[in-house]
């Protein structure tokens, strides 16, 4: 570990000592602030905003040659992912707190569809081209987003405007998984996109298909250690746009065939489809009354399709019919609609209130859902405050009321974030929020069972209640037109009463089911270094977060949290003459211990268990070619990283004792993309 971070810092070194040599090299232009959204009155830059918020640009996720948004999250400080290999699932985490308690946003509207055993957005059924940028604010924003926002909001904001008249883009890559590659192995994709403008009216486009063959790897016959994969990705936008209005349409659409090969048992193998169609509608609108008085709305309507589909296929013959058997054959499907509206007046320079409302509207119905149709709703309303009291002293109290249909929340749901200038190159940010989670349909009401998967729907389930405060210092070290160099400090608390997470079924242990944990706690600090000087972009973080000891009690000497750290370091160097861009991406996740329960020689004991660290690294090369083509390559899992070594017990739902799967080995893609603008 000591000897990692060493060679980390002495990288980082050396990035910075190159780059110092180029300060000669002028720049045209200042570095650009980040513009950010997610959370704001209106749009301003994040050194300015009272939360703390990292942007991901386009730039970056075309750089790292990305096919899914989990290629570009994945090396993210204090982001984690886990992976349902049976499901083709990938889960993620924040602030050590479980993809539930984590918002994912597109265009600021709430995805539909939690799915799998998870009950998580699966952040991969996005599609990477259609992305201008993402927004990541750590922290509590329950009070303006509602539930699921604890740990904090990933927002997905999506390309809607075009450069000029027109744009069209075209891509195709291709990517080995592993050592295996073929027509029918690694990953085939495709997409394209554009869009036009022409006057008050403007368009955007983007389709993709993504084609994984899956990874055979140590399985054995039919069987894959990860499964083979098959979407098709579609959106398509328009909208119309004045001096004091902006409003549009878009349809966002996902077809996603995850296919699950069995080995044959005599002559007859049991084959399982999971199948999901989404459409997610949105309108979105804006509208300035005057200066200090305005508007932004948003609804937005989805429907999410998950079908099982089990087919008996005979070895001799070769034919597939379906399987008759109880619960082969299944279609859930949730419903989801969300009107969103806030409004923003400035009093003056100083104080601007923002009151809005939310209404969520959630149905299931399915085979697996309890009495087969079940609903939850929430609706809230919400205001926040922002005010500058003196010079540099900036804080914005905010409170929720909720009505839940199902669960009785707290009367109010406040929060406060404040900003402290302390001098021209040193702030500091201090929030608090209340959390208000009521538990979802898939965890009081779905029930799922197959070949890996034993778990059941909890009724009696009480919802979460929580409290998360966080605090950062920012130093901007150096800030000069050849350039820019800045830290951050940060560091955070949650606690969470009532946390839902898995557990037996109480007088059945084969059974799986979603428990109420008394509390539960994580605790962290974060350091994070960023360095723009010249044709060399670099950063430098680490961050060590405890995550509470659920069994520790009055009679035993357990310690209250277990501690695990995470290194990340990338670098970027340009060469403009060249039309070439060097990217290397690195991330170390540290040894992750956890308590148990597991029966030893017969006996029911608390016993620590770990997922080993492993070192993960992406490193890809960007090459302009000829005038409007452009051509990426690289390397994806360095380290050729595929499991790590669990000493659980019992490996939970997603694993099994011994290993946690982590990835598919090296791999290494190319691809080579059009683009072309009109600005006539």
Not at 183 to 203: C, D, F, P, R, V
Not at 314 to 334: C, E, I, P, W, Y
Not at 641 to 646: G, Y
Request: glycine share 10%; proline share 2%.
């Amino acid at each position: 570990m000591k000897k990692l971070l060493c060679l980390t810092l002495l990288i980082f070194a050396v990035t910075a000592t190159q780059a110092q040599r180029q300060l000669g090299d002028s720049l045209a232009t200042r570095f650009l602030e980040e513009l950010v959204i997610t959370g704001q009155f209106e749009p301003q830059s994040a050194k300015k905003s009272v939360y703390t918020v990292r942007t991901i640009p386009m730039e970056i996720i075309q750089a790292r040659g990305a096919t899914k948004l989990e290629d570009v999250l994945n090396t993210e400080l204090n982001v984690r992912f886990s992976q349902d290999q049976a499901l083709g699932g990938s889960n993620l985490s924040l602030q050590g707190l479980s993809g539930q308690n984590v918002k994912v946003l597109i265009d600021g509207v709430p995805m539909v569809g939690r799915q799998g055993t998870s009950n998580e957005v699966n952040i991969n059924q996005i599609n990477p081209q259609s992305v201008e940028r993402i927004e990541i604010v750590e922290g509590p924003m329950s009070v303006v987003y509602g539930a699921d926002a604890l740990a904090g909001v990933i927002n997905i904001i999506t390309k809607k405007e075009v450069d000029g008249t027109w744009s069209l883009n075209a891509k195709a890559q291709e990517e080995t998984a592993g050592k295996e590659y073929g027509a029918k192995e690694g990953t085939h994709n495709q997409s394209l996109g554009g869009g036009y403008s022409w006057k008050k009216i403007y368009t955007h486009f983007d389709f993709s298909r993504n084609n994984f063959g899956g990874w055979q790897g140590n399985a054995i016959g039919r069987d894959k250690q990860w499964q083979p994969k098959k979407q098709w990705l579609a959106s398509g936008l328009v909208g119309w746009k004045t001096s004091k209005s902006d409003v549009y349409y878009r349809l966002d659409y996902l077809n996603e065939n995850i296919y699950n090969p069995g080995n044959f048992e005599g002559n007859e193998a049991l084959d399982q489809d999971y199948i999901t169609n989404r459409f997610m509608h949105q309108v979105q609108g804006s509208y300035n009354f005057s200066d200090r008085f305005n508007f932004n709305g948003a609804m937005a309507y989805t429907n999410y399709e998950r079908k099982t589909q089990t087919s008996t296929v005979n070895k001799v013959t070769g034919d597939k019919r379906l399987a008759l058997g109880a619960g082969s054959q299944d279609m859930t499907r949730f419903n989801g609609t969300t009107a969103r509206g806030t409004f923003q007046y400035k009093f003056n320079d100083k104080v601007a209130f923002q009151p809005g409302f939310e209404v969520n509207l959630e149905q299931g119905e399915g085979g697996r859902i309890e009495s087969g149709t079940q609903s939850v709703n929430d609706y809230a309303f919400f205001g926040s405050l922002e005010w500058e009291i003196v010079k540099g002293l900036q804080v914005r109290p905010g409170i929720r009321v909720v009505h839940n249909t199902v669960y009785k929340a707290p009367p109010v749901i406040p929060s406060i974030n404040s900003k402290l200038v302390l001098s021209k190159h040193h702030d500091l940010r201090i929030s608090y929020g209340r959390g208000f989670r009521a538990p979802s349909l898939r965890e009081l009401y779905f029930d799922f069972f197959d070949a890996s998967h034993s778990i059941e729907g909890n009724q009696t389930l009480k919802a979460e209640l929580s409290h998360s405060y966080n605090a950062s210092w920012n130093w901007q070290v150096v800030d000069k037109n050849q350039i820019r160099f800045n830290t951050s400090l940060g560091t955070f608390y949650n606690t969470v009463n009532n946390m839902i997470g898995y557990g037996q079924k109480p007088g059945n242990t084969l059974i799986t089911t979603y428990l109420n944990i008394d509390r539960y706690k994580t605790k962290g600090i974060t350091l994070r270094n960023n360095l723009k000087m010249g044709k060399v972009t670099a950063s430098l973080g680490f961050s060590y977060i405890g995550r509470f000891n659920q069994y520790l009690d009055s009679t035993n000497d357990l310690d209250e949290f277990t501690w695990s750290p995470e290194i990340i370091s990338t670098v970027s160097y340009k060469v403009p003459n060249a039309g070439l861009i060097f990217s290397l991406y690195h991330k170390y996740t540290g040894v992750t211990p956890y308590y148990e329960i597991a029966d030893v020689n017969g006996e029911q004991k608390v016993t620590l268990a770990k997922i080993n660290g492993y070192n993960w690294a992406d490193f890809s090369i960007q090459k302009d070619l000829f005038k409007d083509f452009i051509v990426t390559g690289g390397i994806r899992n360095l380290f050729d990283v595929v499991n790590v070594n669990n000493t659980s017990f019992d490996g939970g739902v997603h694993t099994s004792g011994g290993n946690r799967a982590i990835g598919y080995g090296r791999s290494y893609f190319l691809g080579i993309s059009y683009s072309i603008n009109n600005y006539n």
